[in-house]
């Protein structure tokens, strides 16, 4: 059965590139009706904080997302504790005593001399003795001992990989401080949990390689892998959860639509086109995660607001209520409200103002070459209420008595009712008007 994960470190809010990675992996589970798992990487505990954990649920949940199960790998330290102690071992465990300042000048060293800048594994050429003395100085780190020969595997989006994992540092995986790295953890959960298919950023790429090697030294099943590229900001700059870069919950704050982002990120950066799709189901349906590329992928946040607005010019009143009521609208005029008004917001909160117009009058906007015509039009319109005809025979008998007609006619009425050169059929807008514009 198919399993996949989105194991984001809670350690700020989740931003559009998480939700790739998230949204990529929920649609591989959906589509072959298997698991999808949200797995907390919280195993560093001065970063994590439980209130970011609380914000990728809320983010997920506002978006549809939904897990089959939460994991925390802070709960599961005894595990990586164990498969550490199973790699020392096998062999392919040992402890190292460099410190960032001296794995620093190594690494200087090297590029100095046109090396790669690998570790030396000098550590492995530590007696028992020295290393009891460096022991009672600072904490060792433990690095896993991979096999220097090349590490292939056919990835979903970047095609056939193939990594030398001696130009590769043999990776550090548990801490001088003794906390567990993602390297281990991951796999560890990968492999117990029966995680199928791994996608996640091309970030990951180097990682990938010397996971599968532990994977196959503690005797898991190397999963399906796909890297997809990271998106960008619009001019090709990182995003980071510590920075709170493009997060959701901003999008969500803007009025963008579920929907509206979801579609957009389930096709950015792919060979299909953006369409629009009212539900996850349409969505999972036309997904095929190797039609993406390699290429990085940039993000407009500005992209969103016309699919927000499609999305809201298709939505039924029901699906509505509560925001038109919200705008303040009375509930005897909310659904013709709301069909009038739908095709000219970008988001809901842009009801409020339609409805300000409505129920306060309009503050005119009226140029001056139009100010003669539309005091001659204003004296003609009939008192309120108005109704469906109410707009046609105002217009005829304007026409009749200033000559106008077409756009120098409508247009200028319509910005003197509506403060506004865009907006609904006039002929349906004017039977919600409750006051007149303001003078
Ligand atoms: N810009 C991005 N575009 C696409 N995917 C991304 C991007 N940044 C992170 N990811 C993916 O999101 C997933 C969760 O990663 P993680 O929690 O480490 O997020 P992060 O944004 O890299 O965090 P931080 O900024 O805290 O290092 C990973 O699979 C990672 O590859």
């Keep these: 059965m198919t399993t996949t994960r989105f194991a984001p470190s809670p350690t ?12 990529f992996n929920y649609m591989i589970a959906r589509k072959s009706g298997g698991t999808f798992i949200l797995r907390i990487d919280d195993t ?9 954990v609380d914000a990728i649920k809320e983010d997920l949940e506002w978006l549809g997302l939904t897990w089959d199960r939460v994991e925390r790998q802070s709960q599961r330290l005894d595990r990586y504790a164990e498969a550490a102690d199973k790699l020392r071992e096998m062999g392919r465990f040992y402890e190292c005593f460099e410190t960032p300042t001296e794995l620093d000048l190594k690494r200087k060293k090297q590029l100095n001399m046109g090396k790669p800048p690998v570790y030396d594994r000098s550590a492995l ?29 056919e990835d979903q989006i970047l095609g056939d990989l193939s990594i030398d994992a001696a130009s590769v540092s043999d990776p550090v995986l548990i801490r001088g401080d003794g906390q567990v790295l993602y390297t281990l953890a991951s796999v560890v959960d990968d492999t117990e949990m029966g995680v199928t298919h791994v996608v996640r950023g091309s970030d990951h790429v180097t990682n990938t390689a010397t ?4 994977i196959e030294a503690l005797g898991g099943t190397v999963p399906s892998f796909a890297h997809h590229s990271l998106l960008t900001g619009p001019q090709g700059e990182a995003l980071s959860k510590r920075l709170g870069t493009l997060a959701l919950r901003d999008l969500r704050e803007q009025g963008v639509e579920p929907m509206a982002l979801l579609s957009l990120m389930a096709r ?6 953006v369409e629009l799709r009212t539900s996850l189901d349409e969505l999972i349906e036309g997904f095929d995660i190797t039609h993406f590329g390699a290429a990085p992928t940039k993000f407009d946040v500005e992209d969103l607001f016309p699919l927000t607005a499609r999305y809201l010019g298709a939505l039924p009143y029901e699906a509505a209520a509560a925001d038109v009521a919200a ?21 809901r909160a842009d009801l409020a103002g339609w409805w300000q117009i409505l129920s306060e009058g309009a503050t005119p906007d009226v140029a001056e070459e139009d100010a003669d015509f539309v005091a001659q039009a204003m004296a003609l319109l009939p008192p309120l209420p108005f109704d469906a005809t109410t707009w046609k025979s105002w217009t005829d008998a304007v026409k009749a008595e200033t000559g106008r007609k077409g756009k120098g006619l409508f247009m200028p009425l319509r910005k003197a009712l509506t403060g506004r050169a865009r907006g609904p059929e006039m002929a349906d807008f004017l039977p919600l008007m409750r006051a007149l514009p303001k003078q």
């Design 327 to 347: 705008a303040g609208v009375p509930d005897d005029l909310a659904p013709q409200f709301w069909e009038v008004i739908r095709d000219n917001i970008t988001t």
């Design 268 to 273: 950015l950066g792919s060979s299909d086109p």
């Design 125 to 153: 050429n530590l007696s028992e003795a020295e290393k009891q003395a460096l022991r009672a100085e600072r904490g060792g780190h433990w690095r896993f001992l991979l096999n220097q020969t090349r590490i292939e595997w």
């Design 211 to 214: 996971q599968i090697q532990i």
């Design 12 to 23: 700020g809010y989740i931003h559009v590139g998480n939700l790739r990675t998230a949204l």
């Design 44 to 52: 560093d505990p001065e970063r994590s904080k439980e209130a970011y």
